[in-house]
């Protein structure tokens, strides 16, 4: 059994940051790709950002420049540093990871950017 547990989220007023850390534990071996999604209220999931095993890692056009996706290989953690904040940020936070084909889910981590 796989199981990723998010921790990080929260209110932050428009400007703030926050930092999300996804650990991974259980039954799996050589993640491949470790990511972000995120849900905002009334819409559909999309990818927030990605890293390999190798580092290289990619950004939705969105919140490129304002997050940085980062990995521990050792502790199987995923973080999402994100910065300056904005209300088009407000939504729920998903730890994806993907071993060999098979994609794992958290629970999901609330994000509220507010003022």
């Known amino acids: 059994q796989v199981q990723l547990v998010e921790s990080g989220g929260g209110l932050v007023q428009p400007g703030g940051s926050l930092r999300l850390s996804c650990v991974v534990s259980?039954?799996?071996?050589?993640?491949?790709?470790m990511g972000w999604y995120r849900q905002p209220p009334g819409k559909q999931r999309e990818l927030v950002a990605a890293?390999?095993?190798?580092?290289?890692?990619n950004y939705a056009d969105s919140v490129k420049g304002r997050c940085t996706i980062s990995r521990d290989n050792a502790k199987n953690t995923v973080y999402l540093q994100m910065d300056s904040l904005e209300p088009e940020d407000t939504a729920v936070y998903y730890c994806?990871?993907?071993?060999?084909?098979?994609?794992?889910w958290g629970q999901g981590t609330q994000v509220t950017v507010s003022s």
């Open positions: 890293i390999t095993s190798g580092g290289r890692a």
């Open positions: 994806n990871v993907d071993s060999f084909g098979a994609a794992y």
């Open positions: 259980g039954n799996i071996f050589n993640i491949f790709r």
